[in-house]
């Protein structure tokens, strides 16, 4: 794979990136099949990016869901709509801020860690000496790590939305003082099982984790293989993910509605 | 396999968490939770009107959820909606002359069915219909009823024009109900604004069946409750002349601004009107 270094055009430059960043998704795919030998590669990597990502996950899905139980009380309240709290900080976080903001933090907590260690690996040689051991670099190191954050971006905005439901809650009923049973008869009228919840935490969470884990694990194996290069790669990751799920955010939302 | 990764069981742990997280959304939160469990059975109603009533809205009695609409179609044959209900087996108990009436629930909430027993001995059973139905209450006609005659008079029996003029003729705009002792007689038909005598110039569309008002009558601007829409009034007045098509109004009574009248009763006389002020006073609380 070559880097494309030429410093002409902006434009080809990230057209060829991204040219690039599609022709990878499709080596990864067809080395799919050959690294299920390495099965326990991927249980290992889900374990880093996943379960080791649960905690920022809770803790900020908790955060979020009290700030919106918070300012939505203090908006409704103005109608005389507090009763439709719930309703509304579940639809607002199902549908948005569940998915969106667990793979910003996604990529920042695991997409930079997965560019930096295979970008080092790089930088160390240890990918071309898998490459002379006649191991496959794609099928060993790349593809456990990007089917693991495939899976663990649903699982962890699972987890997120829990989270914000139970913070909302928290602010709504036992601070704030709206009435347990219509915060969750509200909420149960209204949220769709299909519009809200696999619509918007299953189909955007998938889609966000292949982008942001697709974007991590190309910016580490193209990364130049200087400790300058792995520092831009890591930088390139955070920023290129946050553009791309910002932006799909709003394609998938004007297809999925 | 024979030794077991520390990361594995951690690992496993974190996926139960996420697919527990997943089906805690899914059932809890949604509408899935509301969704009637184990057997219900089938049973029709005819409504009028619908409302608002959509799929899956529920089935109340006594306020409490005994099942859901399960579909709704309008009657090919008659301008009837036909109302699947499906109630929950445990409730077989419901008389088949009960009434099904289609509720709000608040002002604002969702349209929900709601039955009210009957005295019957005889239960409904799958497949029956209950005969007894209220169909959904309009706002709009709930309103005009309260407010006397709603909206315009139709315009059957054909209209004669009349003309009124206002210094402030407040929020009114043409089609706005003309009444005569709370009753629409006809509609307004246009307000224009005088470009010399810098008033109001209102023509008033009355219906031809309301040819005996004398014309000394007098017309006023009132507001329908506290936030309604306006209309124009007309009290009768004694002449033995009746007006006709093309005459103009002498005694006319402009829009009170709720802030004027907020305003006198703060400070008696704080921005007088051109007209008196006592005049409109009776008659409006009369009214209402």
Redesign the interface.
């Known amino acids: 794979m070559s880097v494309p270094m030429s410093r002409d055009n902006i434009v080809l430059r990230s057209l060829s990136q991204i040219g690039d960043c599609g022709l990878f998704l499709l080596r990864i795919l067809a080395s799919v099949p050959r690294s299920l030998r390495h099965l ?1 590669e991927t ?2 990597q ?3 990016v ?2 080791m990502s ?1 905690i920022i996950i809770m803790v900020c899905g908790l955060f979020v869901g009290m700030v919106l139980g918070l300012q939505l009380y203090d908006v409704l309240s103005i109608f005389g709509g507090t009763s439709a709290t719930g309703t509304v900080v ?1 639809i607002a976080i ?1 549908r948005e801020l569940g998915p969106v903001v667990t793979a910003l933090l996604f990529a920042g907590r695991a997409g930079t860690s997965v560019t930096a260690e295979i970008g080092l690996m790089r930088a160390t040689d240890q990918i071309a000496a898998m490459e002379m051991m006649a191991v496959d670099p794609i099928a060993y190191v790349i593809v456990p790590r990007f089917l693991a954050g495939v ?2 971006m ?3 905005c ?2 997120f ?2 989270l914000g ?1 139970f913070g909302g809650h928290l602010v709504g009923v036992s601070w704030l003082g709206i009435d347990n049973g219509t915060f ?1 008869s509200n ?7 299909v519009k ?3 619509n918007g ?2 189909w955007k969470s998938v889609v966000f984790g292949t982008v942001v884990s697709l974007i991590a694990v190309f910016q580490g194996y193209t990364t130049p293989p200087t400790s300058e290069g792995v520092a831009y790669a890591t930088t390139r990751t955070v920023v290129a993910s946050s553009i791309a799920i910002l932006a799909l955010d709003f394609v998938l939302t004007a297809f999925l509605m | 396999m024979s030794q077991r ?1 520390s ?2 069981v ?2 496993g ?3 139960v ?3 527990a ?2 089906g ?3 059932t ?7 969704s009637s469990r184990g057997p219900s059975y089938t049973v029709q109603a005819h409504f009028a009107n619908i409302g608002q009533l959509k799929e899956r809205a529920p089935v109340k009695v006594a306020g409490v959820r005994i099942g859901q609409v399960q579909s709704i179609m309008l009657d090919p044959s008659r301008e009837t909606a036909d109302v699947k209900l499906a109630i929950d087996q445990r409730y077989n108990q419901i008389p088949n002359d009960s009434v099904a009436t289609i509720f709000t629930s608040g002002l604002l909430g ?1 349209q929900y069915v709601g039955i009210q027993y009957g005295n019957s001995k005889k239960t409904v059973a799958d497949g029956d219909t209950l005969a007894l139905t209220r169909p959904a209450q309009q706002l709009e006609e709930m309103l005009g009823r309260f407010f006397g005659a709603g909206g315009a008079a139709d315009n059957l029996s054909g209209s004669y024009l009349v003309k009124a003029r206002f210094t402030n003729v407040g929020a009114l705009s043409a089609g706005a109900p003309v009444k005569m002792a709370g009753v629409a007689i006809g509609s307004v038909q246009s307000v224009k604004a005088d470009p010399v005598k810098l008033d109001a110039e209102v023509t008033l569309s009355i219906d031809k069946r309301y040819d005996q008002i004398p014309d000394d009558s007098a017309a006023a601007v009132f507001t329908s409750g506290l936030i309604g829409t306006q209309f124009v009034a007309i009290q009768p007045g004694g002449s033995p002349d009746m007006l006709k098509n093309g005459d103009e109004m002498v005694l006319t009574q402009s829009a009170l601004q709720i802030e004027d009248l907020i305003g006198k009763f703060l400070v008696s006389g704080s921005s007088s009107d051109k007209k008196s002020p006592d005049a409109g006073k009776p008659d409006a609380g009369s009214k209402h």
């Not at chain 1, 909420?187 to 099982?193: E, F, G, Q, S």
């Open positions: 326990r249980v290992r889900l374990w880093f996943g379960a649960l579940a199902y899976i663990a649903p699982l962890l699972c987890v939305c829990a439901i969750w909420m149960t009228a209204t949220v769709d099982l809200d919840v696999i935490v299953l | 990764p990361y594995a951690g690992t742990l974190f996926i968490l996420g697919f997280a997943l805690y959304l899914a809890q939160t949604t509408s899935v939770a509301n969702d």
